[in-house]
């Protein structure tokens, strides 16, 4: 149990659906962070949002719509996805953002499988 | 790009074994992190290390931060079979830009 937890766990849906993803952490961090984990490649940083505000895009596709409502939630809006984009999506947290002491902890993440 | 190269792979090793896997990079960074990862599971933090030198130990492993400041390993003493998993190296460039290594998955035989 790492403080930060994500909903769903596993999620299929298919290319013209819409659905969120939902991350919630309990370590009273500023910044929150959204990957993306795909089989045989590193990590991948979609989003950055630091005090809910998004310091950081990696050209992230726009059928993927972060929210960062409070420090505290993050959220992750998919619509008309695309097979490719079936992984494993990682919410982590930290106390800052590019604090050179700070790391990351993040989630169980959410098995995304688009049919 | 910055990129890091964590080797070995992946590895199969006999229980009681020691473990040794590195990351290597031709950037700079002032944190390293490792990770493990179980099947399922987001990865969580095992090791930090913020200076250039130095050694940390968590229970059965050992990490340190490559005085160049380019690379770090990570040692596993004594393998058990719930070592298993993948492992991930993380480091921090100046930036903050968090950069991750591809994994190592190891494999523990009772």
């Known amino acids: 149990e790492t403080g930060v937890t994500q909903t769903p766990r596993h999620l299929v849906m298919g290319m013209t659906n819409k659905k969120s993803l939902k991350c919630e952490q309990h370590l009273g961090h500023n910044a929150m962070y959204w990957y993306k984990q795909s089989a045989k490649k590193p990590l991948e940083l979609m989003f950055v949002?630091?005090?809910?505000?998004?310091?950081e895009n990696n050209s992230v596709p726009s059928r993927f719509s972060p929210e960062c409502p409070n420090s505290s939630h993050l959220f992750l809006h998919l619509h008309t996805l695309q097979p490719e984009d079936s992984a494993l999506y990682l919410c982590?947290?930290?106390?800052?953002?590019?604090?050179?002491?700070?790391?990351?902890?993040f989630g169980p993440g959410t098995r995304l499988t688009v049919l | 790009g910055q990129q890091l190269n964590q080797s070995p792979q992946s590895m199969f090793i006999q229980e009681g074994e020691d473990v040794s896997m590195n990351c290597t990079s031709s950037?700079?960074?002032?944190?390293w992190l490792w990770y493990k990862q179980d099947p399922g599971e987001g990865p969580v933090l095992l090791i930090a290390?913020?200076?250039?030198?130095e050694l940390t130990s968590n229970g059965r492993l050992t990490a340190q931060f490559g005085i160049t400041r380019k690379d770090s390993f990570l040692n596993i003493s004594a393998s058990i079979p719930s070592d298993v998993g993948i492992y991930f190296c993380a480091g921090r460039l100046n930036t903050g830009k968090l950069i991750f290594g591809q994994g190592t998955t190891l494999q523990v035989k009772p």
């Open positions: 950037s700079i960074f002032n944190t």
């Open positions: 949002y630091n005090f809910k505000e998004q310091t």
């Open positions: 290390l913020y200076k250039a030198g």
């Open positions: 982590a947290s930290s106390r800052q953002v590019a604090g050179a002491v700070d790391t990351q902890y």
